[in-house]
């Protein structure tokens, strides 16, 4: 059928398109061996003989063809190259044709001949593609490298051929043209081609300079051998065959399209080194040789060629020179700024500060973007990586003049100007990093904190910068000069910091729990855990002096992790000593930092499972700062949510976008304020927003926990507005026992 045959021929092209590649990438490999058994197959015919001549006319047609043949394969960008070397092998053939016409129609073997028009012809046309296949390659090193090589081969070539060849033909100018011309074409393609080969050059372009220096062998040797008596020439056509077989052979590799790249300063290969180095040694060389020198002429040119390459040496090692220099100037201007900025880094920043510290006190800003970590964790970094050159800029625009250096991750710092005390800087760059960032088609808001400083000593001037800086992140500050206010509190910070992990160990820590009572009747339905540190030495440590400082050195991770297990241990006692009258739910502060680990879902499943405290009797109270950046702990929330933990939102309506959060946060509880509660009992506006939360709370399904709660009053009108759920020292204030079966009192009625 006729589809069955269209399957069949596409089957076979497949197979076709499989094989032909290797084929082809192995065709100059036949080729080569092909000519050799040609090469060592002439010389099986019969010496001079007809048969001979046309075999040996066959193989060099066959490389013109066979050139043109690789430029229809690989298709070349300089296609041209080949087309003029397979004309030089032609006009190379066309000679062989006129010399054997010479030779058996003629019967007559004169030279020079009208067949040297042709051979010479060839020369021309091989230089041409040798010089299109070299041309535009700019590389440090390889013209001087060229001449060298040119000069101390040329002055071979001058010792040994082309000077004998002068002496010997010195009766007829013809003669001494025509056999000079010879040895004199074959140096010069074999120059170009040393120029080719200074590069990293392709298995083609070595396959050329192959062919160019079995030329130049042969050439040479048939014209001495002619001057210094008859000679039959096929002791030289070895060389001429294989020549033609090389050309071929370079056009039929499959490298022939691909460009030769240029050798890297410093990357020249042994062997070329090695090679330029014995043509600089030519010259003094000769002179050890025998009867080499013995004549003016000889002489003169030893003379003239030592002259040049000791000129040619000193112009190239002036050359590495100048590479070595540049490359150390890249080196230093790599090493002294920031890959993704372009801007300074911190080496070259704090050279800048020493240097100008001779002269004055440096002041320093010190620049820490906020919220950049989030951009990194919700975005990828490739998105942060933009973010971060865009900022870049702007400080750059905002500062001219300003010494602006990016010291790693989300840090800057400016060196200012002498005199200016940085108030107008900082408030400029707070001013432009105001503005969204927009990137990948979305708005990025990225605000910044910075710390002014000055000191004699650089290293100092930093530092108070940056503690600067730190204090104004706390406090929301967008600048702050530095104090020795500043250093006293980071001093008692590292103090605490140092004591937090032995107190841990050592057991400094307790837990104490405040009731959460549901009204009317004051019942105890909850507790809130809350940490204590109590210090052998100083007494109880309050939470606001430990817990900042255990956010910043990450021990807060370690330390919520206890406070979990511990309160969560405590609840499934009192559940088993108290039943009914123990409370239902227990509720553990947890931080921005311990929602940022990935692994804290895990850690709250792994402690339930462990308590055998169900996961509805446990609720994570976040407070809305460390879920408005969204990300990982906005993703933490939701695993926990998927366990049957409840989710309370912490002093919910203080913090950036309280009613925004509702929609991204799964939650469960609102604990109000104490600042809403605190005043609940005064008329006019201040029983507004409770009024108004309740409201959110009871429209949203969620419940409602009012906070702070020190008087009847307050729980009385707070329950008059829809609250159930109330918490404060009127109730109880935190214990490690509480008394979960009293009753209020003052229970509104």
Same mark, same amino acid.
């Given at each position: 059928?006729? %589809?069955?045959?269209?399957?069949?021929?596409? #089957?076979?092209?497949? =197979?076709?398109?499989?094989?032909?590649?290797?084929?082809?990438?192995?065709?100059?490999?036949?080729?080569?061996?092909?000519?050799?058994?040609?090469?060592?197959?002439?010389?099986?015919?019969?010496?001079?003989?007809?048969?001979?001549?046309?075999? !040996?006319?066959?193989?060099?047609?066959?490389?013109?063809?066979?050139?043109?043949?690789?430029?229809?394969?690989?298709?070349?960008?300089?296609?041209?190259?080949?087309?003029?070397?397979?004309?030089? #092998? &032609?006009?190379?053939?066309?000679?062989?044709?006129?010399?054997?016409? !010479?030779?058996?129609?003629?019967?007559?073997?004169?030279?020079?001949?009208? &067949?040297?028009?042709?051979?010479?012809?060839?020369?021309?046309?091989?230089?041409?593609?040798?010089?299109?296949?070299?041309?535009?390659?700019?590389?440090?090193?390889?013209?001087?490298?060229?001449?060298?090589?040119?000069?101390?081969?040329?002055?071979?070539?001058?010792?040994?051929?082309?000077?004998?060849?002068?002496?010997?033909?010195?009766?007829?100018?013809?003669?001494?043209?025509?056999?000079?011309?010879?040895?004199?074409?074959?140096?010069?393609?074999?120059?170009?081609?040393?120029?080719?080969?200074?590069?990293?050059?392709?298995?083609?372009?070595?396959?050329?300079?192959?062919?160019?220096?079995?030329?130049?062998?042969?050439?040479?040797?048939?014209?001495?051998?002619?001057?210094?008596?008859?000679?039959?020439?096929?002791?030289?056509?070895?060389?001429?065959?294989?020549? !033609?077989?090389?050309?071929?052979?370079?056009?039929?590799?499959?490298?022939?399209?691909?460009?030769?790249?240029?050798?890297?300063?410093?990357?020249?290969?042994?062997?070329?080194?090695?090679?330029? /180095?014995?043509?600089?040694?030519?010259?003094?060389?000769?002179?050890?040789?025998?009867?080499?020198?013995?004549?003016?002429?000889?002489?003169?040119?030893?003379?003239?060629?030592?002259?040049?390459?000791?000129?040619?040496?000193?112009?190239?090692?002036?050359?590495?020179?100048?590479?070595?220099?540049?490359?150390?100037?890249?080196?230093? #201007?790599?090493?002294?700024?920031?890959?993704?900025?372009?801007?300074?880094?911190?080496?070259?920043?704090?050279?800048?500060?020493?240097?100008?510290?001779?002269?004055?006190?440096?002041?320093?800003?010190?620049?820490?973007?906020?919220?950049?970590?989030?951009?990194?964790?919700?975005?990828?970094?490739?998105?942060?990586?933009?973010?971060?050159?865009?900022?870049?800029?702007?400080?750059?625009?905002?500062?001219?003049?300003?010494?602006?250096?990016?010291?790693?991750?989300?840090?800057?710092?400016?060196?200012?100007?002498?005199?200016?005390?940085?108030?107008?800087?900082?408030?400029?760059?707070?001013?432009?990093?105001?503005?969204?960032?927009?990137?990948?088609?979305?708005?990025?808001?990225?605000?910044?904190?910075?710390?002014?400083?000055?000191?004699?000593?650089?290293?100092?001037?930093?530092?108070?910068?940056?503690?600067?800086?730190?204090?104004?992140?706390?406090?929301?500050?967008?600048?702050?000069?530095?104090?020795?206010?500043?250093?006293?509190?980071?001093?008692?910070?590292?103090?605490?910091?140092?004591?937090?992990?032995?107190?841990?160990?050592?057991?400094?820590?307790?837990?104490? !729990?405040?009731?959460?009572?549901?009204?009317?009747?004051?019942?105890?339905?909850?507790?809130?855990?809350?940490?204590?540190?109590?210090?052998?030495?100083?007494?109880?440590?309050?939470?606001?002096?430990?817990?900042?400082?255990?956010?910043?050195?990450?021990?807060?991770?370690?330390?919520?992790?206890?406070?979990?297990?511990?309160?969560?241990?405590?609840?499934?006692?009192?559940?088993?000593?108290?039943?009914?009258?123990?409370?239902?739910?227990?509720?553990?502060?947890? %931080?921005?930092?311990?929602?940022?680990?990935?692994?804290?879902?895990?850690?709250?499943?792994?402690?339930?499972?462990?308590?055998?405290?169900?996961?509805?009797?446990?609720?994570?109270?976040? =407070?809305?700062?460390?879920?408005?950046?969204?990300?990982?702990?906005?993703?933490?929330?939701?695993?926990?949510?998927?366990?049957?933990?409840?989710?309370?939102?912490?002093?919910?309506?203080?913090?950036?976008?309280?009613?925004?959060?509702?929609?991204?946060?799964?939650?469960?509880?609102?604990?109000?304020?104490?600042?809403?509660?605190?005043?609940?009992?005064?008329?006019?506006?201040?029983?507004?927003?409770?009024?108004?939360?309740?409201?959110? /709370?009871?429209?949203?399904?969620?419940?409602?926990?009012?906070?702070?709660?020190?008087?009847?009053? #307050?729980?009385?009108?707070?329950?008059?507005?829809?609250?159930?759920?109330?918490?404060?020292?009127?109730?109880?204030?935190?214990?490690?026992?509480?008394?979960?079966?009293?009753?209020?009192?003052?229970?509104?009625?």
């Amino acid at each position: 059928m006729p %589809s069955d045959r269209v399957g069949d021929n596409a #089957q076979l092209c497949a =197979t076709a398109d499989d094989w032909l590649p290797v084929r082809r990438e192995n065709l100059w490999w036949w080729w080569i061996a092909a000519g050799a058994a040609a090469t060592a197959g002439y010389y099986l015919l019969p010496t001079g003989g007809l048969a001979a001549n046309l075999f !040996y006319n066959g193989i060099g047609l066959l490389s013109a063809v066979a050139i043109l043949a690789g430029v229809r394969m690989y298709r070349p960008a300089k296609a041209a190259v080949w087309y003029w070397l397979s004309a030089g #092998q &032609a006009a190379s053939v066309a000679g062989d044709l006129v010399w054997e016409w !010479y030779r058996w129609i003629l019967h007559q073997e004169p030279y020079p001949s009208a &067949a040297d028009i042709f051979y010479l012809s060839s020369y021309p046309m091989l230089a041409v593609g040798l010089w299109l296949l070299v041309r535009g390659r700019r590389t440090g090193g390889t013209l001087t490298a060229a001449a060298m090589a040119g000069i101390g081969l040329g002055l071979v070539f001058w010792v040994f051929v082309l000077h004998p060849i002068a002496a010997e033909s010195a009766d007829s100018w013809l003669l001494w043209v025509i056999s000079t011309a010879y040895p004199a074409a074959d140096a010069l393609l074999l120059a170009i081609l040393v120029r080719l080969l200074t590069a990293r050059g392709t298995s083609s372009t070595r396959l050329l300079g192959l062919a160019a220096v079995l030329l130049l062998v042969a050439d040479a040797g048939y014209s001495i051998a002619s001057l210094h008596g008859d000679t039959d020439s096929d002791q030289f056509s070895a060389g001429f065959l294989l020549s !033609y077989v090389m050309w071929a052979a370079a056009a039929l590799h499959p490298s022939m399209a691909a460009e030769a790249k240029p050798a890297a300063s410093g990357q020249q290969g042994v062997g070329q080194r090695v090679f330029l /180095s014995v043509c600089t040694l030519m010259a003094p060389a000769m002179l050890f040789i025998p009867d080499v020198g013995d004549n003016t002429v000889d002489r003169v040119a030893i003379g003239m060629a030592s002259a040049a390459l000791v000129l040619l040496s000193a112009a190239r090692m002036a050359g590495l020179i100048r590479q070595v220099q540049a490359k150390a100037t890249e080196l230093r #201007q790599i090493a002294m700024h920031d890959d993704l900025t372009g801007l300074p880094n911190r080496r070259y920043f704090e050279q800048a500060l020493t240097r100008a510290a001779g002269t004055e006190r440096p002041r320093v800003a010190f620049l820490g973007l906020d919220g950049f970590k989030n951009v990194n964790d919700e975005l990828g970094r490739p998105v942060g990586d933009q973010v971060l050159v865009l900022l870049a800029a702007r400080i750059v625009g905002a500062a001219p003049g300003t010494l602006v250096a990016r010291l790693g991750g989300d840090e800057f710092a400016l060196l200012l100007p002498g005199g200016d005390t940085g108030g107008q800087v900082a408030e400029r760059l707070v001013a432009a990093l105001a503005a969204p960032v927009e990137v990948d088609g979305q708005e990025l808001l990225v605000g910044a904190s910075i710390g002014l400083a000055k000191a004699g000593d650089p290293v100092e001037a930093l530092r108070r910068a940056e503690t600067a800086m730190h204090a104004a992140k706390e406090t929301g500050e967008p600048y702050r000069h530095w104090s020795p206010a500043l250093d006293e509190r980071a001093g008692e910070h590292a103090r605490i910091g140092a004591e937090l992990q032995a107190a841990l160990h050592a057991g400094h820590f307790r837990v104490v !729990y405040q009731p959460i009572v549901a009204m009317p009747d004051a019942r105890v339905t909850a507790v809130e855990a809350l940490v204590r540190w109590e210090h052998p030495e100083r007494g109880t440590v309050s939470p606001a002096q430990f817990v900042p400082v255990a956010e910043r050195n990450g021990l807060i991770v370690e330390l919520g992790a206890w406070i979990m297990r511990t309160a969560c241990e405590q609840l499934v006692r009192w559940q088993a000593e108290l039943g009914p009258d123990a409370p239902e739910r227990v509720s553990v502060n947890v %931080s921005a930092r311990q929602l940022a680990r990935p692994e804290f879902p895990g850690m709250v499943a792994d402690i339930l499972a462990s308590t055998g405290l169900p996961a509805s009797c446990l609720t994570v109270e976040v =407070t809305e700062t460390a879920v408005f950046g969204g990300g990982q702990a906005v993703t933490a929330l939701h695993h926990l949510r998927s366990l049957g933990v409840r989710i309370a939102l912490d002093d919910f309506g203080t913090g950036h976008s309280s009613l925004g959060l509702l929609h991204t946060v799964p939650v469960d509880v609102l604990k109000v304020d104490k600042s809403f509660v605190d005043r609940i009992t005064e008329a006019g506006r201040h029983a507004v927003i409770a009024s108004a939360l309740i409201q959110v /709370s009871q429209g949203l399904g969620l419940t409602a926990v009012a906070e702070g709660v020190e008087t009847a009053e #307050q729980a009385q009108a707070l329950y008059a507005l829809g609250y159930r759920l109330l918490q404060g020292y009127y109730f109880g204030k935190p214990a490690a026992e509480p008394e979960f079966t009293r009753r209020s009192s003052a229970s509104p009625a």
